[in-house]
């Protein structure tokens, strides 16, 4: 029997642009669903506050989108995740998902050399990411490479030009980069620069993000719980992929959703 909640849409929250990235790996995955993006961008970045205050700030966000009606959240941010996705889970019925650094898919790839985990400070401070580090390191050395001020130069819709260049430059000149095989993106605004990080690592350097397995797994637990929205016409969805998002944008709306609306137009996806 069809589940009634499977028409709901899905939640997506993030402080801002980089849950965007995680957004649309989603609606490939799973084109017939419907959406709601949160992006808290008059708190944005969440990588350099007190644990407790994102925490608070993810719980309101998580708050507005149980009212507006959802059947499972993406917390599509790793700062967030790591503050507050076990009190979210104790305090929602429905599946929520968290974002955390691709740390096994890097190790499983066997490839000889140290990991480098990019992340925000909060994120790399977490109790759930040290946790994780904990499980591979043994098997492999994981150095953490704490971002500061990346978010923001994305956020404000640089993610190319010499300030990324710059940025990146001074955040990789400590970094022995032979004595590295691979580049993990601990947070999802870095996916948008994927590519200038992919230069600045260099042709040796595998970088690999959480966003495809993220996508695969909400799946996963949708077809476990139920939760599926099919749709009833018959054949693969055309492209450009038309996507059906509402989003609540907490400050600077009309040029944060040109920005938004630009990001998933160069991956295949019309918002209707």
């Not at 595998?206 to 695969?216: E, F, M, R, S, Y």
């Not at 018959?234 to 938004?260: C, D, R, W």
Request: aromatic share 6%; hydrophobic share 40%; glycine share 6%.
């Amino acid at each position: 029997m069809k589940n009634p909640m499977s028409k709901l849409p899905i939640g997506i929250l993030d402080s801002g642009i980089g849950g965007i990235s995680v957004l649309a790996d989603i609606i490939k995955i799973l084109p017939y669903e419907k959406f709601i993006y949160f992006a808290d961008t008059l708190n944005c970045p969440y990588g350099n506050k007190p644990e407790n205050v994102v925490k608070s700030l993810t719980i309101r966000a998580v708050e507005i989108l149980s009212l507006a009606g959802i059947k499972s959240l993406v917390i599509a941010c790793n700062t967030a995740t790591s503050a507050a996705v076990n009190e979210v889970r104790r305090m929602f019925d429905f599946p929520v998902i968290g974002m955390e650094p691709a740390i096994k898919p890097a190790v499983e790839l066997g490839l000889k050399g140290k990991i480098l985990i990019m992340a925000t400070p909060l994120t790399l401070k977490s109790k759930k990411f040290n946790t994780l580090v904990c499980q591979y390191q043994l098997l492999t050395e994981i150095v953490p490479l704490a971002c500061e001020g990346l978010v923001e130069i994305i956020e404000r819709g640089r993610a190319q030009g010499q300030e990324i260049e710059d940025c990146l430059s001074r955040l990789f000149s400590p970094i022995h980069k032979e004595n590295f095989a691979a580049i993990v993106l601990g947070c999802t605004h870095f996916v948008l620069i994927k590519k200038e990080i992919e230069k600045m690592a260099g042709k040796e350097i595998v970088v690999i993000d959480g966003n495809c397995g993220t996508a695969k797994n909400l799946k996963t637990i949708l077809q476990k719980e139920n939760l599926l929205r099919y749709n009833t016409d018959e054949g693969k969805p055309q492209i450009p992929l038309k996507a059906h998002i509402k989003f609540y944008i907490t400050a600077n709306e009309s040029e944060v959703m040109t920005k938004y609306t630009q990001l998933l137009q160069n991956e295949g996806i019309v918002c209707v």
